[in-house]
């Protein structure tokens, strides 16, 4: 049989599934979607699933090039999909005896958690409600779902404000003196949808519709919509997902898990999400709809006894209530890990005792878990080491690269919930996203409060260092969208009454109010006033095992970008390589000889910058000193000094005569001086190598201390550093003679000083879009190139990188770049560069040492392309040396196909 994506050059959107039919499978989520690929694949297999079919993501690009509007083609398509799904179920649609009721769900190539529209139980009216009531035997059961519907139409399809519902139904539950919506009996449920009909009317102007079939054409065109809606947009932008992959619509036959004690609803992972534990994980709610659990408006059960009986909860576990069913879904769990070869996220449903699979996608989860579960499988047979290396992603790696709390610190615990992802966060208490947006862009740490969370808050929770929710359980919308980002998340702090209005907590008598200072602990579930102390991680077992992996297969080399001993010794013990960017103005900049660096500055001449340098010699030489001793053994890339001098100057009028004073000359003359060196555009200004041409004696003195240092270390320890001289903006070859023979002649000075010598390279960073193009000419002298993509990109764009947040962002999502050309290579322009430089550098000098120390040594798509060029290695800030690590072994594996 064809495969759905070889059917799709018929210009065919609709693909069934259910009832012996499977129209495609798990390998075609690019046109199904992830959710309906997988319900076809799980058809194939025989598993319990409802009968429906897939609208493919190619008609939602349609959709939108067409204005918005459905091809009449799509229409007969559609009818033959109902037709499909009638033929299984023996029900019809619209029919008012025994009504077909379908849901209708979007379904992204990736999971998108929350992120787009769902519609439940549609095809119910008021002629339809009275058919289900007497079909099912349950008149209750039958309003309820026709007021579930309503309320979803009207917020989903009619975009009507959901608040208004939701008070109509508290109102109702406060008139008969009830607290939960099961208490409601058929007649109050009838009565609630005659108030939300009214709602619906007033609101929308015109009756709520009846017809079943205006009504799914509603909620196709609504989950088509959703793709563009803006929460889904910044989902995209923050997970770096394609705007033009669009959606697919999944229409399938309804099954009910809130018709009476023998129906449930549920979620689970077939391995702990967030500890990465072999044990089922999960949460469900008897006589209830999906939407209730993940929606955290009820407080849901334990999955399994185990869970139950470690949380200390009382009521019965899905294990103990229904034993039999949970047995089926316990032989589910292990078939579809089996089959997939991956951890599951799972959504079910048992409707009067009969189990029904409605979803199955690779579970998310956090760093932690997913370390875990790649080792475990590796270890168990179910997957290769090198599928373990690629599970992966190194990005989720920084969740386990930062402090977490000091277990022996003071914790003024407020209130406990659930530890719904992992880690710890301090910040200010903020109770809306917008607040949490606007405070994280000016620096300030927040934590965001919510009753619950919905997609709408997803910008604050990308913004805040932590998010706390009153409800929900461990499956909620907060709990899902946090693993996912790496962000701690405690939710169901039943306790805590938060209100969002007056911008306020209460707990046990006391109050959080904006401002307040929070910590949560995501691992233990608990909330804290105060800032607690942390302690760094230990990074050993299952990230120590799959590091090692990884080791084993990369041929990039991870070096840190590091001027500090502290800095070194971190990204040491991260398994850098050594260093691949040491910036030496950072140490100019010290308290202790700024004011010699000032000195030199304001010298007359040669003899007095010699003078002030001769003060600055020891200092540079116990820098380095410190550095080599931890790198002992290693390659340190030092760059010579960079920045123009007006930078270490006075630029405030209350600065100018301290600053004279303690350097001793007149304000005058530092006024003078300051003038002389201001530059317009410093970034393209007298600096780098063109300090080096004008005043050689600076990068003389450095030089020294280098080599001094270097053989300070080696007669010490017995293990010499590399170092590797790096001069930085050079644009031309003469530019490069004319400093290496600088670096030469101290190097020989020192050599002959000391009756010893050490191994060095002189090499250069190529920053300009012409040291690129003549790379061929600077190889006969340089020894290594490394390029610095973050000026390369500034030169290359013409883009500052200081200025661009102001309109990048509209760029990306414009669609001019692809991402942000700061954080991702622009392979297409700089890239093209890198190429042409690495191509024509060993042309001319083929052993020539070639690496990347921009920012993008960090980043994994980066990092690919590094390794598609063939450089020897990159260079990441320190807590990005592991992410590199993995990211260069993933590049590898690619490599090899």
Known sequence: MATAAEAATDTRYV???????????????????????????????????????????????????????????????VANGIAHIEQVTG?????????????????????????????????????????????????????????????????????????????????AKEDRGFTLDTELSADDLRALVAEYKKLVAAEWGKPFPQDVHDQLWGAVGAVFGSWQSERAKVYRRLNDIPGDWGTAVNVQAMVFGNMGDTSAT??????????????????????????????????????????????GARPASMEEAMPEVYAELAAVFDRLETHYRDMQDIEFTVERGKLWMLQTRSGKRTAKAALKIAVDMANEGLIT????????????????????????????????????????????????ADTAERWAADGKAVILLRTETSPEDI????????????????????????????????????????????????VSGREVREGDTLTIDGSTGEVMMGEVATIQPELAGDFGTLMEWADGVRRLKVRANAETPLDCRTARDFGAEGVGLCRTEHMFFDGARITAVRQMILAEDEAGRRVALEKLLPEQRADFTAIFEVMAGLPVTVRLLDPPLHEFLPHEENEFAEVASAAGVGVEQLKRRAAELHEFNPMLGHRGCRLGVTYPEIYEMQARAIFEAAIDVAERSGEAPIPEVMIPLVATKRELDLMKTVVDAAAQAVFGERGRTVDYLVGTMIELPRAALKAGEIAETGEFFSFGTNDLTQTTLGVSRDDAARFLGAYVEKGIYAKDPFVSLDVEGVGELVSLAAE??????PAIKLGICGEHGGDPASIAFCESVGLDYVSASPYRVPIARLAAAQAALKARG
């Open 15 to 77: 693909y069934r599934f259910g009832g012996g039919v499977s129209d495609g499978g798990k390998g075609d989520k690019n046109l199904l979607g992830g959710k309906g690929a997988n319900l076809a694949e799980m058809a194939s297999i025989d598993l319990p699933v409802p009968p429906g079919f897939t609208i493919s993501t190619a008609m939602c690009t349609r959709y939108y090039e067409e204005g918005e509007k459905f091809p009449d083609s799509l229409r007969a398509e």
């Open 91 to 171: 029900k019809t649609f619209g029919n008012a005896a025994d009504p077909l009721l379908v849901s209708v769900r979007s379904g992204a190539r990736v999971s998108m958690p929350g992120m787009m529209d769902t519609v439940l139980n549609l095809g119910l009216n008021d002629a339809t409600v009275e058919g289900l009531a007497a079909a099912s035997g349950d008149a209750r059961f039958a309003w309820d779902s026709y007021r579930r519907f309503i309320q979803m139409y009207a917020d989903v399809v009619l975009e009507l404000d959901h608040g208004a519902f939701e008070e109509a139904l508290e109102v």
């Open 266 to 311: 549920g979620v689970a992972f077939t391995r702990d999400p967030s500890k990465g534990d072999r044990a089922y994980y999960g949460e469900f709610l008897i006589n209830a709809q999906g939407e209730d659990v993940v929606a955290g408006i009820r407080t849901p059960q334990y999955l399994t006894r185990a869970a139950r009986e470690e949380a």
């Open 385 to 432: 080491r090198d599928e373990a290396i690629a599970r992966v992603e190194p990005q989720a790696l920084d969740q386990l690269l930062h402090p977490t709390l000091d277990p022996n610190a003071h914790r003024d615990v407020l209130t406990k919930g659930l530890p719904a992802s992992p880690g710890a966060a301090s910040g200010a208490a903020v109770f809306d």
């Open 459 to 506: 910008h604050g929770m990308h913004a805040a260092k932590g998010i706390l929710t009153a409800r929900g359980g461990m499956t909620s919308h907060a709990a899902v969208v946090a693993r996912g980002m790496g962000r701690p998340c405690v939710s169901g702090a039943g306790t805590l009454a938060i209100d969002a209005r007056a911008k306020i907590a209460r």
């Open 840 to 845: 024509r550098g060993r042309a001319t000098r």
